[in-house]
């Protein structure tokens, strides 16, 4: 598996603590920034990670703001990409097995970094489980494609 990480100043700290995280376990992966002390617009970080992940050069993606919103909502304006804002367990989990999402946002400002490592574990551990939530997921690609053109 090979990861996309990226973040913005307000969860560098955060994105560097999972990018050791991601070390321990032996995942690939390369940050798309933001670097110490950058200043940077999250809608950059989250276009560049998104449109890694939808051209196939990533499996999934971590990206990590203040909140995680704005990262998701940008992320998820990129045709094919699924990006999820999981603050407990079983939203990660969901992320995965109901939503098939590649990319999994998290907030520096709202949850600690023992958590978001949690978090990540679970998301990485888990695939697409299909079933009753296939039908979901291809409708939300058929929206995609009904709106956007690439």
Same mark, same amino acid.
């Given at each position: 598996m090979?990861?996309?990480?990226?973040?913005?100043?307000?969860?560098?700290?955060?994105?560097?603590?999972?990018?050791?995280?991601?070390?321990?376990?032996?995942?690939?992966?390369?940050?798309?920034?933001?670097?110490?002390?950058?200043v940077?617009?999250?809608?950059?970080?989250?276009?560049? !990670?998104? &449109? +890694?992940v939808?051209?196939? $050069?990533?499996?999934?993606?971590?990206?990590?703001? *203040?909140? /995680?919103?704005?990262?998701?909502?940008?992320?998820?304006?990129?045709?094919?990409?699924?990006?999820?804002?999981?603050?407990?367990?079983?939203s990660?989990?969901?992320?995965?097995?109901?939503?098939?999402?590649?990319v999994?946002?998290?907030?520096?400002?709202?949850i600690? !970094?023992? &958590? +978001?490592?949690?978090l990540? $574990?679970?998301?990485?551990?888990?695939?697409f489980? *299909?079933? /009753?939530?296939?039908?979901?997921?291809?409708?939300?690609?058929?929206?995609?494609?009904k709106?956007?053109?690439?």
């Amino acid at each position: 598996m090979k990861i996309a990480i990226g973040c913005d100043e307000a969860a560098y700290n955060l994105k560097v603590e999972l990018m050791k995280y991601l070390d321990t376990l032996g995942i690939e992966y390369d940050d798309f920034g933001a670097g110490a002390g950058d200043v940077v617009l999250y809608p950059d970080v989250a276009e560049a !990670v998104a &449109l +890694a992940v939808a051209d196939g $050069k990533y499996d999934r993606a971590i990206l990590t703001c *203040g909140t /995680g919103i704005g990262m998701s909502i940008t992320a998820n304006k990129v045709p094919g990409v699924r990006a999820a804002v999981c603050h407990d367990v079983f939203s990660a989990e969901r992320a995965r097995k109901s939503n098939d999402a590649q990319v999994i946002c998290f907030g520096e400002r709202v949850i600690g !970094v023992e &958590l +978001a490592k949690s978090l990540l $574990k679970v998301w990485l551990e888990c695939d697409f489980a *299909g079933g /009753g939530s296939a039908p979901k997921v291809a409708k939300i690609n058929e929206i995609d494609k009904k709106y956007h053109s690439r």
